[in-house]
């Protein structure tokens, strides 16, 4: 995939491989990898590198394999320039990140662990795992005669991809079934989707990018054209960038020639001095646009935030962005290793660089607090019997859980009086110990069963999105001002 897409005599391309950018985990990546000069001579200063090998596979009196001593050499290489996104990428961590960004070739499904092998937690829309009738759920026992049990998501993929158009053969057992069943399904090219849209109001678009991946753009053109044509059109647009960790340039400023008026985008520095500017194109004016941010916004999802309220097309809500402005080219090494080095800067036209420092929003938000930020720290539970007449931690944990639970009203104090035992007799009534209002061993088991359960509803519980409200509150006023009386 190039930088920007042939053709475009507008831009200037970069000497060598075009850019990309892989975002804060992969950082910035060139798609074309290139590859390292020749060995150094015998005589090159490497040449200690190479004697403390010999020495520490000969002498050290512990295990080190060749493969360990030059992967451990070149990673601490790479760590001395003191980037954190200068870095060596082993041979599996490059392919799963350029799965990641590029995709692979399967049927389309994400798999979890389980006891009995692996079970589908979810189903790529129109892949052949779809087509093929499996949900999430459904248990992969065996792949190609290979039974899943006792191996690890890793391996059991590793026997679901391979070349597009060929065969693979899954022996799965549906809920509620005693029989497994054997489906053979074809292989085909699988880009994960990363682009969502939907229309929270009328007249009004929300779209969100979870990352600049290879199917990006034209995921995005497809919910951005699908919202330009919905009943009544377009009138305003919400981007959402929280929690995107970058991907490809070239995707977020093809996106952004869409949405910016005429003129400059971005400007990039190579380590050389050489200033490159991306300019985006004259087009059909976009809409009012806001787009939402938050602090692990990074990377290409900076640039594509920076330019549009930059350009001065769209507003920013939500907290500071990550802060990386760099790009990175990946370099192969032999053995499918990489190499993934900085090797320019990005900034917006005006010189302002956000490495570091972040974007600023226009109007700041922050999300709803978790209702677990409001419970206390509890005091450690009990393991003996305890009742009315005690006082200690003990008790004031076990008032604390019950208060949790909703069954003690009064103020934790640590001593065991009537609302305490009150409350202890009606947990032990529900869970069906019996109602003594004393905390045996059992109860504060039970009691920590509920707690557990009572966390994880809590955590799992719906949360009002209060950073996407006041995303269409600024936004509904920037339509007011593009549309007045409309």
């Known amino acids: 995939m190039p930088f920007f897409g042939s053709g475009s005599q507008r831009r200037a391309s970069m000497k060598g491989a075009a850019l990309a950018l892989a975002g804060v985990l992969a950082g910035s990546l060139l798609p074309r990898p290139a590859v390292l000069a020749a060995s150094p001579a015998p005589s090159h200063p490497f040449a200690a590198l190479r004697a403390a090998y010999t020495l520490l596979l000969k002498d050290y009196a512990g295990h080190v394999t060749p493969r360990q001593l030059l992967g451990g050499a070149l990673r601490g290489m790479l760590a001395a320039a003191g980037d954190p996104f200068t870095t060596y990428l082993p041979a599996a961590q490059a392919t799963a990140l350029a799965q990641s960004l590029n995709g692979f070739d399967g049927i389309g499904v994400v798999i979890g662990p389980v006891s009995q092998g692996v079970v589908v937690q979810s189903v790529f829309l129109g892949s052949p795992a779809q087509k093929a009738g499996l949900r999430s759920g459904d248990l992969i026992e065996a792949v190609n005669g290979h039974v899943t049990a006792g191996h690890s998501t890793a391996r059991v993929a590793s026997w679901v991809q391979g070349p597009v158009g060929t065969p693979v053969v899954l022996r799965v057992l549906l809920p509620g079934r005693a029989q497994p069943e054997t489906l053979t399904l074809h292989r085909v090219a699988i880009v994960q989707p990363t682009v969502f849209g939907s229309s929270p109001a009328p007249g009004i678009g929300l ?6 991946s290879a199917g990006t753009v034209s995921g995005f053109d497809a919910a951005y054209q699908k919202l330009r044509q919905q009943p009544g059109g377009l009138r ?12 490809y340039v070239d995707a977020a400023l093809r996106i952004a020639d869409q949405l910016a008026p005429a003129g400059p985008l971005l400007k990039v520095v190579t380590a050389k001095g050489q200033v490159t500017t ?14 939402l941010v938050n602090g692990m916004t990074a990377s290409a999802a900076e640039i594509l935030s920076g330019a549009l309220q930059y350009r001065g097309a769209a507003a920013l809500v939500g ?58 720290a509890f005091a450690p539970a009990g393991k003996t019997s305890v009742g009315r ?90 339509m007011a001002v593009a549309h007045p009386g409309g």
Do not use: C
């Not at 779209?207 to 600049?212: K, V």
């Not at 305003?236 to 991907?247: A, M, Q, S, Y």
């Not at 991306?278 to 787009?291: E, I």
């Open 207 to 212: 779209i969100r990018i979870t990352r600049f």
């Open 319 to 376: 907290s500071r962005t990550y802060g990386k402005g760099s790009i990175q080219e990946m370099f192969t090494l032999p053995g499918g290793q990489r190499a993934k080095i900085t090797v320019a800067m990005d900034e917006l036209p005006n010189g302002h660089s956000w490495e570091h420092v972040g974007l600023t929003p226009n109007v700041a938000a922050l999300p709803a607090p978790s209702p677990l930020s409001q419970l206390p």
């Open 236 to 247: 305003g647009l919400v981007i959402d960038l929280r929690n995107n960790p970058g991907g």
């Open 278 to 291: 991306y300019s985006a194109p004259a087009h059909a004016a976009a809409p009012p646009m806001v787009v």
């Open 389 to 478: 007449g005690r006082i200690g931690l003990d008790v004031l944990g076990l008032q604390q859980r019950l208060q949790l639970l909703g069954y003690y009203r009064g103020h934790p104090d640590g001593v065991y009086g009537r609302m305490t035992e009150a409350g202890v007799q009606v947990f032990q009534e529900h869970v069906q110990l019996p109602p003594t209002g004393v905390a045996t061993p059992a109860t504060w088991q039970a009691l920590e069963r509920a707690v557990a359960a009572r966390i994880q509803r809590l955590r799992n519980a719906p949360r009002p999105d209060t950073v996407l409200a006041k995303g269409l509150q600024v936004l509904r006023v920037r």
